[in-house]
């Protein structure tokens, strides 16, 4: 487990980290093929392995050997987000939280389950929740920075972005120029700067948040240079394309599709 997760947030090269994780999880299999963390965790070697169908098979094993365990509901619930069953990601993403209602993880999951199917009420809910347990971390004020873009309360996202930046010590210099931005240029000022900042300063961590805000202001050819990007960082969270609709004006471009193809997920659309 340890070897798989530090690879597949980038902190241990490929493929030397899944190599070690699967010699570990083959041990584990000849002592006890029984063990639902067994399946979980050759489950989640098969999804980055884009071996999906085997991914699948031994989630289902994982659930089915331990019906409580919700970081087994959690990853199912991914897996149904690469594949666009929405349905069965909702459904397991609120199983897994009802199952764990103090991980943070999964509150910050399912807000932002609810934020992209446009339940806006929920999400903020479970924003706050996450930042009552989580007050001085990044993420949950980044966020809600996504959220109010959307419910169009353009004030209240500058201050959530500015206060998610100057949670990072590196960023705070940044994070102090965000107000003057906003009075001058306005909202769109402030995503094109932070945009032009994400690639000075996290290019390959944020090709997600690059691509996306290409989409969103009609630049589809820089918003497929930066998904084709990802593909040669061999990032591992890149499969998340196929379930992100914030793609879906860029979906049927057949270099979209190319990346799609690349990684077995053409037939899960």
């Known amino acids: 487990d340890v070897y798989l997760t530090i690879t597949g947030i980038q902190c241990y090269p490929q493929p030397q980290g899944f190599n070690l994780a699967k010699k570990n999880i083959q041990r584990a299999i000849e002592l006890d093929p029984d063990l639902a963390e ?10 980055y392995e884009w071996k999906w169908e085997e991914a699948r098979k031994e989630l289902e094993i994982a659930m089915k050997l331990n019906p409580q365990n919700a970081d087994f509901c959690n990853n199912y619930a991914q897996l149904m987000y690469y594949f666009r069953n929405y349905e069965a990601y909702k459904f397991y993403t609120i199983k897994a939280a009802e199952l764990n209602p103090v991980s943070s993880k999964l509150i910050l999951s399912k807000a932002y389950m609810y934020r992209e199917e446009g339940n806006f009420e929920k999400a903020l809910e479970d924003y706050n929740r996450y930042i009552e347990i989580n007050p001085d971390v990044y993420s949950g004020y980044y966020n809600l920075w996504e959220l109010y873009r959307k419910t169009g309360e353009d004030s209240t ?7 998610a930046y100057s949670l990072l010590p590196s960023d705070r210099i940044f994070s102090e120029s965000i107000p003057s931005v906003f009075k001058e240029k306005g909202l ?5 700067t932070e945009y ?12 997600r948040g690059l691509a996306r805000y290409c989409v969103e202001t009609g630049d589809k050819e820089k918003a ?8 040669e960082w061999d990032v ?8 992100d609709r ?4 860029i979906r049927n471009e057949p270099r979209f599709q190319a990346v799609i193809n690349k990684m077995g997920l053409t037939k899960y659309q």
């Open 224 to 231: 497929l240079y930066w998904i084709e990007k990802a593909w």
């Open 188 to 192: 769109k000022g402030v995503e094109q």
């Open 246 to 249: 914030g793609f879906d004006p």
């Open 236 to 243: 591992p969270n890149l499969p998340c394309i196929n379930g």
């Open 157 to 163: 996202a500058v201050k959530m972005l500015q206060k």
């Open 38 to 47: 067994v399946h979980f965790t050759l489950g989640r070697i098969y999804r």
């Open 196 to 207: 032009e900042y994400m690639i000075q300063s996290d290019l390959k961590g944020s090709w």
